[in-house]
């Protein structure tokens, strides 16, 4: 592992359910991030946390809602997703935010379809 | 906020030789470009970088190239080998969206043996 853990790697829901997915770093970095992959589209940033403050919300709808109680654990929780939101969700962290060389980590991601 | 276009998309290359990935982005403040590769079913991983105070690094078969005053970088893979094959990702930092990293599109290249 690279430092950087991610659960569920496979996750189902049904468009009624409620879900979580988990994130936790141990690098001592300051910096984590949630990253949707979707096929033929760039890596899309959702959500930024720096010391456990979020510093960037990409209008993100509300039904991700994310979650960082302390600098190395980071949640993204679910409900009421659409299938359109199945894809790969990457967490990362990186040392700081603003370094200007931001190099990020990333978890192997969990692998989300919306029934 | 930064915009940062990748090209090809998909890029198939004989092993042994040299794969080319350029990508363009449209904020001048930028002065750090990493790239990133994935192989199939694993998470991105941070290859070579390179900031603007510089026109080029090397580090093994794997080189960057950046022109500023154009505004493009460029990845070099010489002689190609089978485990070159994945996605490669671009990304350069958004100054205004404090430093960031916005990435492009991904190209897929695939070294057929």
């Known amino acids: 592992e690279t430092g950087v853990t991610q659960t569920p790697r496979h996750l189902v829901m049904g468009m009624t359910n409620k879900k979580s997915l988990k994130c936790e770093q141990h690098?001592?970095?300051?910096?984590m991030y949630w990253y949707k992959q979707s096929a033929k589209k760039p890596l899309e940033l959702m959500f930024v946390?720096?010391?456990?403050?979020?510093?960037e919300n990409n209008s993100v709808p509300s039904r991700f809602s994310p979650e960082c109680p302390n600098s190395s654990h980071l949640f993204l929780h679910l409900h009421t997703l659409q299938p359109e939101d199945s894809a790969l969700y990457l967490c990362?962290?990186?040392?700081?935010?603003?370094?200007?060389?931001?190099?990020?980590?990333f978890g192997a991601g969990s692998r989300l379809t919306v029934l | 906020g930064e915009n940062v276009e990748q090209h090809p998309s998909t890029l198939s290359v004989q092993e042994g030789d040299s794969a080319v990935i350029k990508c363009t982005y449209s904020?001048?403040?930028?002065?750090?470009f990493p790239w990133y590769k994935q192989e199939l079913g694993k998470r991105p991983q941070l290859i070579i970088d390179i900031r603007s105070n510089v026109g080029e690094k090397k580090d093994q078969r794997i080189a960057v190239t950046l022109n500023k005053t154009a505004k493009h970088f460029s990845l070099h893979i010489t002689e190609t080998q089978p485990e070159d094959s994945a996605v490669y990702f671009c990304?350069?930092?958004?100054?205004?969206?404090?430093?960031?990293?916005?990435f492009g599109g991904g190209t897929r290249v695939l070294v057929k043996p």
């Open positions: 690098l001592g970095h300051n910096a």
């Open positions: 990362a962290s990186s040392q700081d935010v603003s370094s200007g060389a931001n190099v990020l980590t």
């Open positions: 946390y720096s010391l456990e403050e979020r510093v």
């Open positions: 990304a350069a930092e958004d100054k205004a969206a404090g430093n960031k990293l916005t």
């Open positions: 904020d001048s403040a930028s002065n750090y």
